[in-house]
């Protein structure tokens, strides 16, 4: 069975701080693995990684994919009250050409002030 | 440009009741995705449409069932509801078919199942 891991389940920092977002999977037919944002209800898109070592930036948040180990990381530095959310990964998988996305359970990020 | 549109937002049902959501993709998207989203288990894929037809599903009970419109509009129908299935539902649109890296997710319709 598919299955992607996420870790830690939820993390409290203070804001400034730097946090590292863990996504480890077990899949079949790997595409691409995925980084989304839910703040209130519509998670929002951040990274699709597809090759191994390449680190994807975006301002302050980046990733990383390890095809070899089966694991990604997201990493946010000088965080902000603002980027307090669920984080999201979801590995897509292809099947006779059908695609979906397998989604892990997300870490809950909480910045104090 | 007008994003993912899902209706009702939020609903209240009994158990043996039947419910459908629909969902407005962004224009000129015509994959629709439907997931179920529960504390427990994360978001779950349902089931994909593209150009009226479904294309992949995941694994629902058969009492799951949704279409696509000609307009790529899509619903999704919930018949004999359980307590279970209270959660969110969220619909993405993308373009086209295997853009996951493309996906626009609406905010949602809350049910929940009394």
């Known amino acids: 069975e598919d299955k992607v891991v996420q870790s830690p389940l939820s993390l409290v920092v203070h804001e400034g701080d730097t946090v590292t977002l863990n996504c480890s999977y077990e899949?079949?037919?790997?595409?691409?693995l995925l980084w989304y944002k839910q703040e209130k209800k519509a998670p929002t898109f951040l990274f699709m990684l597809?090759?191994?070592?390449i680190e994807k930036k975006s301002g302050r948040l980046s990733s990383i994919l390890d095809k070899k180990e089966l694991f990604s990381i997201l990493n946010i530095t000088a965080t902000q009250t603002g980027d307090s959310a669920i984080y999201l990964c979801a590995v897509s998988l292809t099947n006779f050409g059908n695609e979906k996305l397998t989604f892990g359970t997300g870490t809950r990020l909480t910045i104090i002030p | 440009k007008a994003g993912v549109t899902q209706t009702p937002r939020y609903l209240i049902k009994t158990r043996g009741q039947q419910v459908t959501l629909s969902c407005s993709p962004i224009?000129?998207?015509?994959?629709v995705s439907w997931y179920q989203q529960t504390p427990g288990q994360g978001l779950q894929f349902l089931f994909e449409?593209?150009?009226?037809?479904?294309?992949n599903k995941g694994n629902f009970p058969g009492r799951f069932s949704g279409r696509q419109f000609s307009n790529s509009r899509s619903e999704m129908n919930v018949s004999t509801l359980e307590l279970g299935d209270s959660a969110l539902y969220l619909c993405?649109?993308?373009?086209?078919?295997?853009?996951?890296?493309?996906?626009?997710f609406g905010e949602g319709s809350r049910l929940t199942v009394l």
């Open positions: 993405a649109s993308s373009l086209l078919r295997g853009r996951t890296g493309e996906l626009f």
């Open positions: 449409y593209f150009s009226e037809t479904q294309r």
């Open positions: 597809t090759s191994s070592g």
């Open positions: 899949v079949t037919n790997f595409r691409s």
């Open positions: 224009s000129g998207h015509r994959s």
